[in-house]
């Protein structure tokens, strides 16, 4: 049994982990147990990945229409994702240039300029200055100076992602292939409407969230429904780079899924996208679940757990899968990342877990977070 260095349990000091951590995964111990506990070890995450990287927001849906627009928080950052009269996605920095204060809260349809509640700045939706009173008596006022700061911002297979970085190239090139995969798995991704969402401020680092999704080692111990749905033994989880898919032989169950006897060959797809976005299609390919996360701090992650189905109100049938998921399995996973959590931080925790992997890549192996780790781990050289 081998652990890191002493020095990885220094949290205060510059975080480090080697080039090669968690790059052979039958041997792979998890990342210590500081770097889900450490404001330094976030703010570094911040940098690094969280500016730098697209991240998942939203459904097209959400934003289909002209003058529609989203807000979302991404690492102490208030986003705003509009829809413009010409059609086109933007995004920007939800902050009024003049002062600071934030323009627009939750989500809705924008009028044909976004008015600040503060001084009455006026918008258009391309981010451009319309009015502000009293700028003609100011001198040197650049109204072109003025306008609202951009965010990228892209629609991918379906759904929107932004990038704080205004350099970014696009979503593809950080997910390669995904797009593909995720359209042949759910063929009417794009007709999807948000049906439901539960939002929670769950006390937990994002990574070990991330961690939860990319095993099933737990679902027969802590998901007694959904094992009795997919069959574990013809389950796999596949890797590509900055994504990965974990698949699994679906059977009709009175304890989650009761499926449609017309369904050929159900299925379950669970795709992880880099960095801590997770879809999955369930038996039937024609509705979805997302998992969105948003990081807050080093021990609190802000999730949205959205349900989209094609039909614009849900059925009965439909009601009772949300209901599950809201009072049964979304509970039992928020239950598992708390208290690993708060057993990160106890005495009696020898700093790592080892990652079970075996040689098979069964069902239960835990190949996908040292794949995870190892990924993570590249964040961390100079």
């Not at 039909?311 to 690993?340: C, G, H, M």
């Amino acid at each position: 049994m081998t652990y890191l260095p002493i020095e990885f349990h220094k949290p205060e000091s510059s975080p480090k982990l080697p080039a090669d951590f968690c790059a052979r995964h039958e041997n792979a111990w998890t990342i210590p147990a500081s770097f889900y506990t450490s404001e330094t070890v976030y703010r570094h995450e911040e940098k690094k990945i969280f500016e730098d990287t697209w991240i998942c927001v939203a459904h097209r849906s959400e934003v289909a229409n002209a003058n529609a627009y989203i807000t979302r928080d991404v690492v102490g950052e208030s986003i705003l994702v509009v829809r413009g009269k010409d059609k086109v996605l933007r995004a920007f920095y939800n902050v009024c240039p003049h002062r600071g204060h934030q323009l627009l809260e939750g989500s809705g349809q924008a009028k044909n300029v976004i008015t600040c509640p503060y001084h009455a700045w006026a918008f258009k939706l391309d981010g451009a200055l319309a009015h502000a009173n009293n700028c003609d008596h100011v001198e040197s006022f650049d109204k072109d100076k003025s306008s609202l700061m951009p965010v990228s911002v892209e629609e991918y297979a379906g759904f929107v992602f932004i990038n704080l970085n205004p350099q970014a190239s696009n979503v593809e090139a950080q997910l390669p292939g995904l797009e593909a995969s995720l359209r042949k798995a759910c063929p009417v991704i794009d007709d999807l409407k948000l049906a439901a969402r539960f939002v929670s401020e769950t006390p937990a680092n994002w990574k070990s969230i991330v961690d939860n999704y990319l095993e099933c080692y737990h679902c027969g111990p802590a998901h007694p429904g959904f094992s009795d749905s997919v069959q574990v033994d013809r389950y796999t989880h596949s890797l590509h780079g900055n994504w990965t898919l974990q698949f699994g032989h679906a059977k009709s169950s009175e304890r989650s899924f009761k499926l449609d006897p017309a369904i050929k060959d159900p299925s379950f797809h669970g795709y992880w996208a880099w960095p801590c976005t997770m879809f999955n299609v369930p038996p039937g390919s024609d509705f979805m679940t997302v998992i969105y996360e948003f990081p807050m701090s080093a021990e609190v992650t802000l999730q949205h757990y959205d349900i989209y189905f094609l039909n614009e109100e849900p059925t009965a049938e439909q009601q009772k899968l949300i209901e599950w998921y809201r009072t049964v399995f979304r509970p039992e996973d928020l239950r598992l990342v708390e208290s690993v959590q708060k057993g990160l931080k106890s005495r009696g925790y020898r700093g790592q877990g080892r990652i079970m992997v075996d040689e098979a890549r069964s069902g239960i192996s835990e190949h996908g977070i040292a794949h995870f780790h190892h990924l993570l781990a590249q964040q961390y050289q100079d």
